[in-house]
Structure formats: structure tokens, C-alpha cells
């Protein structure tokens, strides 16, 4: 059984816990840039942040530590 890992995000603008995102496209892909819902804050491409949540569950399923800040890595977080 693969590793599960729920992933929320915090908007850094409007401090929406968990933030809800949306795009301008009618169809989600991984060029879809998502913003917050509430403040319009732009988080980045979808692909880039799926990407980085894969990346850092990863480290943590094998013994990192993740204190909740924003990663540097993340665009505009």
C-alpha cells in the first residue's frame, strides 16, 4: 500500500488555513496557474506545486522534518 499524505496550504496573504485555490482555465492542467480564492494571491503553476508537495512528503515519509514554514522553494510562498 502506497504512502498517503494530505498536503493543506495556508495563503502567506490573507492566511486562509486551508486555502482554497482556483484557476482561469476551464480545464485544470499543469500549466494552470493557482491563486488563492480569497485574496487572488498567485501560488504558481499547478504542475510546479504538485511537484513540490510530492518532494516534500517524500522527505518527510523518510525522516525530515517540515516545521509548516513555507518552503523557499515554492514561488511566492
Not at 500500500?1 to 492542467?29: E, F, G, N, R, W
Request: aromatic content about 10%; glycine content about 10%; proline content about 5%.
Amino acid at each position: 500500500m502506497p504512502d498517503q499524505i494530505t498536503v493543506t496550504l495556508k495563503c502567506p496573504v490573507c492566511s486562509a488555513d486551508p486555502v482554497t485555490l482556483i484557476t482561469t482555465d476551464a480545464t485544470l492542467t499543469g500549466d494552470s496557474f493557482a491563486r488563492c480564492k480569497g485574496c487572488g494571491h498567485e501560488f504558481g503553476r499547478y504542475l510546479d506545486m504538485k511537484s513540490e508537495a510530492r518532494r516534500l512528503a517524500a522527505e518527510f515519509r523518510d525522516g525530515g522534518t517540515w516545521l509548516g514554514a513555507y518552503p523557499s522553494s515554492f514561488r511566492n510562498w
